[in-house]
C-alpha cells in the first residue's frame, strides 16, 4: 500500500487476511528469534545483512508460513492417496 506524504515515500504491509494466523506466526516469530536454534540463526542472519530487527522478524514470519503451506500441502496429499 502506498503511504506517501510530501517527500518521503512510504510502503504499508497489507494488514488484511487471517488474523488469527498471523498471530500465531508473529508469536512463532519471536519466540524463534529469541530461543536458540535454526530461527535465531536465519534471524540473526537477516541482522546481519543490515535488516533492522523488525524487518528481521517479518523475514522469519515469511519462512515459517512457508513451511507450514508446504506441511499442510503435504498433509493434503498424503489424505488424498490413503483415501484411494
Known amino acids: ?3 506517501s506524504s510530501g517527500n518521503h515515500n512510504r510502503h504499508r504491509l497489507n494488514t488484511g487476511g487471517n488474523r488469527q494466523l498471523n498471530s500465531v506466526l508473529h508469536t512463532m516469530a519471536v519466540c524463534q528469534s529469541r530461543d536458540p536454534g535454526p ?3 536465519y534471524y540473526l542472519k537477516k541482522i546481519s545483512e543490515g535488516k ?3 524487518e528481521a522478524r517479518r ?3 515469511r519462512r515459517l508460513s512457508n513451511v507450514l503451506y508446504r506441511q499442510i500441502l ?4 498424503h489424505a488424498e492417496k ?3
Do not use: F, I, V, Y
Not at 503435504?74 to 496429499?77: K, L
Open 1 to 3: 500500500m502506498e503511504a
Open 39 to 41: 530461527g535465531r540463526d
Open 52 to 54: 533492522s530487527p523488525r
Open 59 to 61: 523475514a522469519l514470519k
Open 74 to 77: 503435504h498433509n493434503h496429499h
Open 82 to 84: 490413503t483415501a484411494d
